[in-house]
């Protein structure tokens, strides 16, 4: 039998932790005095609907919405930073989403299927090795773009607010008390991690899209923007799978890749960032705790 899931996850945001719960969402950000302000809400009615428990169909729809939460907590913890009091919410919020949506299929699913095509008339290959090319191109792009940004000393930052997100989920539910001290020892690794999520992805288009066959450049294009939702569906669902079974050798092997890759994507994070992590995790059960009573 599958055990529970456990439904705590968290994002790296500017300055701040973002934590979502079952019902709550809390954002924990450092203002410019260095104090630590809290932001929390109650979760939208998707994540009281029937379709969050539909297999496949639960991926898509969690991944919009957290999608969503995760451009909100930055547009958030931004705002904080500049002493700005505008929100992005409403139509200028899905437009921005809609542009990083449309520039990333660009560059990790149009852009390789380009190359894969260039490479099948150019280099005479046939259609198995063109794709094949070209998923080998799209892991490419995906691992060089996350160690590129790394570089950037703002991304950096951020990069170790993931890490303490990580650390402070993992003591929580290794049962231990969320003290600095405590969080700290925790693995900063965590088979849930969205950075999994893009890997599976990925390497499922290798997968899927060698199996399509020679294609007209116009139909790739197309085929691989109708096959992202598929992709997603699938990968959420094998991250789902490998993180309650984590226990087992078998799985702990596989996901290997995964955990390799968010070594790219967090860093170690301070004292003063684990505090973020903390009082974001513990500001969402709070408001959990009141919504139920």
């Known amino acids: 039998m599958e055990k529970q899931l456990p439904t705590y996850g968290g994002q790296a945001v ?4 973002m934590m979502r719960g079952s019902r709550a969402v809390a954002i924990a950000m450092r203002d410019p005095d260095q104090e630590i302000v809290i932001h929390t809400e109650e979760l939208g009615g998707i994540y009281k609907s029937r379709l969050i428990k539909i297999p496949f169909l639960r991926g898509l729809v ?3 919405d957290a999608l969503v939460l995760g451009m909100r907590a930055l547009t958030i913890s931004a705002n904080l930073q500049t002493g700005e009091d505008e929100q992005l ?19 990790f699913f149009l852009a390789p299927a380009a190359a894969g095509q260039l490479v099948e008339r150019y280099l005479y290959l046939n259609a198995w090795w063109g794709n094949l090319a070209e998923g080998f191109v799209r892991l490419f792009l995906l691992v060089g773009y996350i160690w590129v940004i790394g ?23 290794a049962g231990v008390e969320l003290t600095p001290e405590n969080v700290a020892q925790q ?14 992805l990925v390497l499922l288009s290798i997968l899927i899209f060698s199996m399509l066959g020679p294609l007209p450049l116009h139909w790739r294009l197309i085929s691989r923007v109708a096959f992202i939702p598929v992709l997603a569906g699938v990968a959420y669902e094998i991250i789902r799978w490998t993180a309650c079974h984590f226990d087992s050798p078998i799985v702990r ?26 009082a974001a995790f513990q500001a969402m059960q709070q408001h959990e705790q009141k919504l139920i009573a």
């Not at 500017?14 to 932790?17: H, P, R």
């Not at 919410?89 to 560059?107: H, K, M, P, R």
């Not at 000393?153 to 993931?162: A, E, G, K, L, N």
């Open 151 to 173: 570089f950037l000393p703002d991304i950096q930052r951020v990069f170790s607010y993931h890490g303490a997100e990580h650390k402070t989920i993992n003591a929580f539910e």
């Open 253 to 278: 092997f596989l996901i290997k890749p995964n955990l390799a890759l968010q070594r790219l994507t967090t860093r170690e994070p301070s004292q003063e960032i684990i505090e973020v992590g903390i």
């Open 14 to 17: 500017i300055e701040g932790v």
């Open 89 to 107: 919410e409403g139509a200028a919020l899905y437009l921005t989403l809609g542009l990083s949506l449309a520039f990333s299929i660009g560059l």
């Open 62 to 64: 969690g991944l919009w």
């Open 187 to 200: 693995s900063i690794e965590h088979p849930r991690c969205g950075t999994a999520f893009l890997l599976t």
